[in-house]
């Protein structure tokens, strides 16, 4: 059985997307070590909870002890969502979301990083419920419908990812990243010739698209296209470099030509640590 990469994930866009809040202001900055924040500027909060999570958290504490109120919590649960804290962000965010009094297109942006935040605690249903109320606030942003497909498909709902999915590219229908995620919703319901033409015009728009090039490939295997599936994936582990899509390319070429990937001398396996390196603790 090839190796099918999950679907795309959140972080890169959600963490990424300094904006999605549309400019709004969240938390301030200190002058100075244990200096009660003075700026109260919450424009750069964001930008900075995710630079300095731990700083900005220990900031919005002292903030919230000196009057900064909802604002102050609400700087602390980003803070906490950067620094993976993802139950303990979602709870806040929750809480401090109906109190904020903010536009709809700002609390929708909110709604959704509470969504994100707890799909990654694996809590499918109350990410749901928060992106459901997203989506609500702004029916027409295909950002939030992707988001709230890319949970559904962590659930496997693949009927509901596919109305996300038609009504996000209905709203935009150049996403690449949404034609990949329905062509991989398709296949899963078993309708490749649909697949097939999603992929084709996600590959049509971006030809180095590695998620797309690893479905393609997966779907010729399962075909018995062989040599079709060795280009696919060849070419996704060139565009790839180190990402999860190149490693599971890189996968199914080793099972391709008989050799188990999960072996110490399969292609792209590192070399398992000696004695001295093994309890290294990670990130070091």
Request: proline fraction near 5%; aromatic fraction near 4%; charged fraction near 30%.
């Amino acid at each position: 059985m090839m190796i099918t990469l999950k679907l795309p994930h959140l972080s890169s866009r959600v963490l990424a997307a300094t904006t999605i809040l549309g400019g709004t202001i969240l938390c301030g900055i200190a002058t100075g070590a244990g200096a009660v924040p003075v700026a109260l500027n919450r424009d750069t909060c964001l930008q900075r909870a995710k630079e300095l999570p731990d700083f900005a958290y220990a900031e919005a504490q002292l903030w919230e002890k000196k009057g900064g109120g909802n604002d102050a919590r609400l700087c602390q649960a980003m803070a906490q969502l950067f620094r993976g804290e993802y139950k303990e962000s979602a709870v806040a965010l929750e809480a401090v979301i109906p109190v904020l009094g903010l536009p709809p297109k700002v609390t929708a942006g909110l709604w959704g990083k509470a969504g994100w935040a707890w799909f990654n605690a694996k809590e499918h249903a109350k990410a749901d419920t928060d992106y459901t109320k997203a989506i609500g606030l702004q029916p027409e942003d295909p950002d939030l419908l992707i988001d709230r497909a890319t949970e559904r498909a962590g659930a496997e709902r693949w009927w509901d990812v596919l109305r996300d999915l038609d009504r996000a590219l209905s709203l935009d229908g150049g996403r690449v990243d949404a034609m990949v995620m329905r062509a991989e919703t398709k296949h899963r319901l078993g309708r490749d010739v649909e697949a097939g033409r999603d992929l084709r015009m996600a590959l049509s728009l971006d030809p180095d698209n590695a998620q797309g090039l690893l479905l393609s490939g997966n779907i010729k295997a399962d075909r018995g296209d062989k040599p079709g599936a060795k280009a696919d994936w060849t070419h996704a582990v060139q565009v790839a470099g180190d990402s999860a899509a190149g490693a599971a390319a890189q996968d199914n070429l080793a099972r391709l030509d008989g050799k188990d990937p999960m072996k110490d001398d399969a292609p792209g396996k590192a070399p398992k640590a000696d004695a001295k390196t093994e309890d290294k603790p990670k990130g070091q």
